[in-house]
């Protein structure tokens, strides 16, 4: 069993910028696949972001790109979404997400974590 734990959120102005955390906790390893999702009222959720632990192999939703950079620290088990450049557009729940294996479905989600980005 994986407990997963977003932080981050908060509101801010178009343009400027916020860092999501990620802390995964209960069963580990050194190969997650860990991702962020995010859902705005009345959308469906979304992919934003992935990351495959072993090697860093980023991915990124073409809305995301060149603004949304993702990460992770094996040390503290975390993992992080560094938006910058926010719009109005990026207001929404971020969810971050875990599985095991690259070709399955995300398995443990998060709380989420509510991202408000004003104009």
């Known amino acids: 069993q994986v407990q997963l734990v977003e932080s981050g959120g908060g509101l801010v102005q178009a343009g400027g910028s916020l860092r999501l955390s990620c802390a995964a906790s209960g069963r580990t390893s050194s190969s997650y696949v860990t991702g962020w999702f995010r859902q705005a009222p009345g959308k469906e959720r979304e992919f934003v972001a992935e990351i495959i632990w072993s090697g860093g192999v980023t991915s990124y939703a073409d809305s995301v790109k060149g603004r949304f950079t993702i990460s992770r620290d094996n040390t503290k088990n975390t993992m992080y979404l560094q938006m910058d450049g926010l719009k109005p557009e990026d207001t929404a729940v971020y969810y971050c997400?875990?599985?095991?294996?690259?070709?399955?479905?995300?398995?443990?989600w998060g709380q989420g974590t509510q991202v408000t980005v004003s104009s």
């Open positions: 997400a875990l599985k095991f294996t690259r070709t399955v479905p995300y398995r443990y």
